[in-house]
């Protein structure tokens, strides 16, 4: 087989190789190409799960959507790593 590359992406995996990330550039190839596979497969699985629901219950609307997405960020909850406060200078106080 034989495929043309962007350079960044032989570049990356030159360096995955070199930091010991990859055990060679085939293998973070393999890999790269593993996971679009499993992300392809699973973007069928979603539109043919929409596909059926649509054809069930009819097309799911704009105004539908922009309501679940309401709703779904009025029941989130964010989890995030705590934010660092800036240090702050002591002023010392006049006695």
């Known amino acids: 087989m034989t495929v ?9 995996a030159n360096e995955a190789v070199a930091s010991g990330r990859a055990s ?4 973070w190839v393999n890999a790269a190409l593993a996971e ?7 973007l069928r699985a979603m539109a ?5 629901y649509e054809a069930e219950f009819g097309v799911i609307s704009a105004a539908e959507l922009a309501l ?3 709703e779904d ?3 989130s909850i ?4 705590p934010r660092k406060k ?9 006695a």
């Open 48 to 52: 043919e799960a929409i596909a059926g």
């Open 86 to 94: 800036p240090a702050r200078s002591r002023r010392r106080r006049a």
């Open 73 to 75: 960020r009025r029941t």
């Open 24 to 27: 060679s550039v085939s293998t």
């Open 78 to 81: 964010a989890v995030r790593e």
């Open 68 to 70: 679940q997405q309401r």
């Open 4 to 12: 043309t590359v962007d350079r960044a992406l032989v570049e990356a």
């Open 36 to 42: 679009r596979a499993v992300k392809e497969r699973h």
